[in-house]
């Protein structure tokens, strides 16, 4: 079982931080691919992954699941404890809800923000700095929003860490690289983050 | 257990094609709220789904779930049969990459696309008709991809019709409000789309 991927990206370590708390990280080999160098570009890699993105899990079968929380989700049904999606159907419904809402209003605006105001992916793409402005805006705004909902729950869903704290941890840390960062006037998001990011499989 | 919803908008047809394949939507009631008059955005929506997206379900212990697939999850983990999101970790595992991959290469981008070329929602956000036109023209690659893909598996995830097959129905109807429709080329993509399109719980 090989998990192909680009190291620094956030995506990719969204799956290592999961895999790490499940205890599996050596379970899984890891086989680097240079996407700035646009390696994942090739038909070689489009043939594991058609949308290009990185990480694709290949397994011993021939098969390959591309997509981190469809990774995640694979690694969840195969070793349930430390259940990281939840337990009971509420539980798995808030968990899912949390990883979205950090997915879509958080770790997605970031990337958005990032792609279309730097121009990194300029020769594969055709950024639109107003929407990468906005896009920086709006994951701002969510994480003041964040803030709020932090001030009455440990984790994201609740009082258990989950999948959606590892998302939202990995888009705050990524938003550095777009000069988003918690604001001192976020005490429960920095309270949140200094414990999430505390945990060992951060380093992963 | 009501559900509160905009009848006319994609995310809500996804969660009621998902009840009604499992025969549960007659356990529901459902609840109108107007999106484009902004009822959404009131203090009292906001204190039901805090992105003020729709559709939300209020159980009746007075927890609520927002985002579409965090629905289904509560329901697919309650009702396990028919399976709509996979029962090895291998198929929930594809299902779910599907299902992402519907939703990212398809039904946001349509969804991008109509609301940065069409205004819609002006009131609420700056559109960026760039940025939409260029969503528009991500969502016909990903489906010349899928009519490739289709050629050789029945339904999105493979043999099974799954809530992939929900997603990406739910998306191809909604892009006809910007023009996006299948092409006579896709073959393949017209055979899967006549064949989920017909089933019963489409017109829920």
Not at 20 to 45: P, R
Not at 161 to 184: E, G, H, P, Q
């Amino acid at each position: 079982m090989k998990i192909i991927e680009t190291k620094s990206a956030p995506n990719a370590r969204r799956v290592r931080m999961f895999l790490a708390e499940k205890g599996l990280l050596d379970e899984v080999q890891f086989e680097q691919v240079d996407i700035a160098a646009g390696e994942n570009l090739s038909e070689a890699y489009r043939a594991k992954n058609l949308t290009t993105k990185i990480p694709v899990l290949a397994l011993d079968s021939g098969e390959f699941i591309g997509e981190s929380v469809a990774i995640c989700r694979y690694f969840e049904a195969l070793h349930p404890s430390p259940a990281l999606m939840g337990e009971t159907p509420l539980e798995q419904a808030q968990i899912e809800m949390w990883q979205r809402r950090a997915e879509f209003h958080l770790m997605l605006p970031v990337g958005m923000c990032f792609q279309h105001t730097t121009g990194y992916f300029k020769d594969r793409m055709v950024p639109v700095p107003a929407y990468g402005e906005q896009c920086g805006k709006d994951a701002r705004a969510f994480m003041a929003q964040l803030d709020a909902h932090l001030a009455g729950s440990e984790f994201l869903a609740g009082p258990r860490f989950s999948i959606a704290d590892i998302t939202a941890l990995c888009a705050v840390d990524f938003a550095r690289v777009v000069k988003i960062r918690i604001s001192d006037e976020w005490a429960h998001l920095a309270r949140w983050y200094k414990q999430v990011a505390g945990r060992p499989s951060a380093a992963a």
